[in-house]
């Protein structure tokens, strides 16, 4: 519906939502002069508010919130401002909490042991649309995509491609899992920077639209350990 | 005979306490009116305890204390089985049995080692507060002067019955009087459950009162009833009569009885669970504190080197996430998958060498001795990079594919120049590919100076090897069978499923 301001300065606006304040204070004060912090919120429901409020670029959020975890603010903010861009980010990871981040929406997901100037790096480009996965989360996209479709996948997704990953994304899922920047996986599959992200972007796609059941499944499976 | 660690205590004094009629009776002459001397009771206890087990000869090497977890009333019978090894229903039974035996005077005792025996755990005993109680020692020598006038009274009137049983309840008067003025309050919690039905009639709310009315004047007519029909049957005749005058009688007693033995029974259960719960909170805490409060504590001494400080860092968030997503326990080191072993790669080398290995596994199964062989080599490249690459930082890939097992070892350090490699590291460059190729795998080492090093490693898998889940913290049981979903990858992995150890903890 709204569109978000236009980026003054080339500076993303961004919302922390983290229920830890010392990590909100400690991410605002790091990432200052890249990324302009305009507000925070430690819970769901003050966050989809403030959200609805600044209409941010980039709405940085954990993984695990109290009031029913990340999720659920992807969820309520996409249904009024589908344009505002979510970049996931926790401490730890477990591996369906961050699916189902992603399947709600976030553009990315990162670990809270990143450095500054990546995570600078990384809001810079989910704002600009992009998608950014972090080593993490490519293994566990692959995870996720690996096992063939079942045949009691009851409800096939409308596009069938959606259950299915190409091979050029396998490879670069596999070489972003192995640390790789997109420069270098660029250099290593001889095709460009865009071809990269539009990969990602893909998987990315797929990842948040697939029906397929082996994904609820795989969640629900790993849920079980 | 007396423990070279105790006080050693004059004679006289021993013989001069009047709160010990058990070793007066064994002892023999003690004079029961000593003045008042103020010595821990507790001490005497242990001294009794002491004694008490070289009569006996065998005991178990914990002094005699009462217990805690399992009471019924003060854990004195517990705490015997405990001390001597018996079941503490046993006991109890025989307690029971002795004091119907002994004309009730098992009571008082049971009574008085609930004064002096301390509980397990603690030091001191309910008769060293008791002592210096001296309201307390009024009210009770007042109750049980009052108890023996009533009972001298009664058996003027009465042909002893009463008083047989009655005298000995003097002193359980007298000493229960001590223990609930001076007793802690989770013990007065386990006497006051002892004395609920007569408290429920004084209690409040008036639903409750009548509710407890209703039931004391059923019981009442039943057992009167009940009564007086085995009464008059003086020698009859009938059978039917007297049963169902026991039926009677046995009805009013459970109709009596009967809520407050299942509230004893209820509480216990209660007790017994938040203790566990307790333990499992004291567990946890512990745990934490082993692990996390200790690495916190070092990080801050050493805050200085950073690299110390992230290597105990990195360290610490494995144990941790391992202990709570895996259930494994710090320092359990089984390792039966790829997704394991290439963890255990990493715990190693970053323990040996400090530098960071950062792991990615996709799928998993099980081990063979190819798949060990691969993670030999697996090993060997990661070490070789740590110790060769200067790099800041390792990154170990594994994926497990219907078909094979890959694993890539790649860091961004100095890199060579694969046509020029030293002597001492084409060895174990020949050791990763003579290993791979001996188990029909295959590697590849990719470098050239400044641009880091990647080492590929591919291992063909063989049929009928399981693949114990999709991801790193798989379902500890096997899967399913379910035919036709090609869900575990190959066609005939289910057949040779092998599930890994139960990973059975929950979070």
């Given amino acids: 519906m709204s569109t978000p301001a236009v980026r003054a300065a080339g500076r993303p606006r961004v919302v922390l939502v983290d229920d830890h304040g010392i990590f909100r204070s400690g991410v605002r004060s790091e990432l200052g002069p890249r990324v302009e912090v305009v507000g925070e919120a430690e819970d769901v429901a003050p966050a989809v508010e403030l959200i609805g409020q600044l209409l941010p670029d980039v709405v940085l959020l954990d993984v695990h919130l109290p009031g029913g975890g990340g999720h659920a603010v992807i969820t309520e903010v996409k249904k009024d401002h589908p344009d505002i861009k979510f970049l996931a980010l926790s401490a730890s990871d477990a591996p369906e909490d961050v699916i189902a981040v992603i399947r709600a929406g976030a553009r990315g997901y990162v670990t809270k042991t990143i450095s500054t100037a990546d995570l600078a790096d990384a809001i810079t480009r989910v704002a600009d649309g992009d998608a950014v996965f972090s080593h993490r989360l490519a293994g566990f996209v692959l995870d996720a995509f690996a096992a063939a479709p079942a045949a009691d996948d009851i409800k096939p997704s409308f596009d069938p491609e959606l259950d299915q990953l190409t091979t050029r994304e396998r490879e670069v899922l596999r070489l972003i899992a192995q640390g790789y920047t997109y420069k270098e996986i660029a250099r290593e599959l001889f095709i460009s920077g865009k071809t990269v992200e539009s990969h990602v972007s893909s998987v990315l796609r797929k990842l948040q639209l697939s029906s397929r059941h082996q994904l609820t499944r795989w969640a629900a499976e790993r849920r079980l350990t | ?507």
């Fill in chain 2, 1 to 507: 005979m007396q423990e070279p660690s105790e006080q050693p205590w004059p004679p006289f004094r021993f013989q001069d306490r009047p709160e010990q009629p058990a070793g007066a009776h064994r002892h023999g002459p003690h004079s029961w009116q000593g003045p008042g001397y103020r010595d821990d009771a507790h001490e005497w206890a242990s001294h009794w305890g002491h004694r008490a087990r070289r009569w006996w000869g065998r005991g178990d090497g914990q002094p005699l204390r009462r217990s805690a977890e399992d009471r019924l009333a003060g854990g004195v019978a517990a705490g015997l089985a405990a001390w001597r090894g018996f079941s503490p229903n046993t006991v109890r039974i025989v307690l029971a049995v002795l004091a119907f035996i002994s004309s009730g005077w098992a009571v008082p005792f049971y009574f008085l080692g609930w004064l002096l025996i301390p509980v397990r755990g603690e030091e001191g005993t309910i008769a060293s507060k008791a002592r210096h109680d001296s309201r307390g020692v009024a009210l009770a020598l007042a109750l049980g002067s009052l108890l023996g006038t009533f009972l001298f009274l009664a058996s003027a009137f009465n042909d002893g019955a009463i008083g047989v049983y009655g005298w000995p309840q003097v002193f359980s008067l007298a000493f229960l009087t001590l223990i609930w003025r001076n007793a802690p309050d989770d013990e007065r919690a386990s006497l006051r459950r002892l004395v609920q039905p007569l408290e429920s009639l004084g209690g409040s709310g008036t639903a409750a009162r009548r509710g407890t009315r209703l039931r004391l004047t059923g019981a009442a007519v039943l057992l009167a009833t009940g009564l007086g029909w085995l009464l008059s049957l003086h020698g009859g005749t009938h059978i039917l009569a007297p049963l169902s005058g026991f039926l009677l009688v046995a009805a009013g007693i459970v109709l009596l009885f009967g809520p407050w033995w299942l509230r004893i029974a209820r509480d216990l259960v209660i007790e017994r669970q938040a203790r566990a719960r307790a333990e499992e909170r004291a567990d946890i805490a512990a745990r934490v504190h082993d692990s996390v409060l200790q690495t916190l504590a070092l990080i801050q001494r050493r805050a200085e080197d950073p690299q110390a400080v992230i290597q105990l860092a990195r360290a610490q968030e494995r144990e941790l996430r391992s202990w709570l997503f895996e259930g494994r326990a710090p320092g359990d080191a089984g390792v039966s998958s790829v997704a394991e072993g290439v963890r255990q790669i990493q715990r190693d080398v970053e323990a040996l060498h400090g530098v960071p290995v950062e792991i990615v596994t996709v799928g998993d199964c099980s081990l063979d001795e190819h798949l060990n062989a691969l993670l030999g080599a697996a090993r060997e490249a990661t070490v070789n990079a740590a110790k060769w690459s200067g790099a800041a930082v390792i990154s170990v890939f594994a994926e497990v594919e219907p078909d094979k097992v890959n694993i890539a070892v790649r860091d961004r350090g100095k890199g060579f120049d694969p046509d020029t490699v030293p002597g001492d590291r084409k060895g174990v460059a020949e050791s990763i590919r003579g290993r791979m190729s001996r188990h029909g795998g295959e590697a590849t080492v990719q470098s050239a100076p400044g641009e880091g090093t990647k080492v590929t490693l591919t291992m063909p898998r063989q049929p009928g090897q399981g693949q114990p889940g999709q991801g790193q913290p798989a379902s500890g049981r096997p899967r399913p069978a379910e035919p036709g979903t090609g869900d575990s990858g190959t066609g005939d992995s289910g057949t040779a499923a092998k599930p890994r150890p139960a990973e059975g903890k929950r979070r």
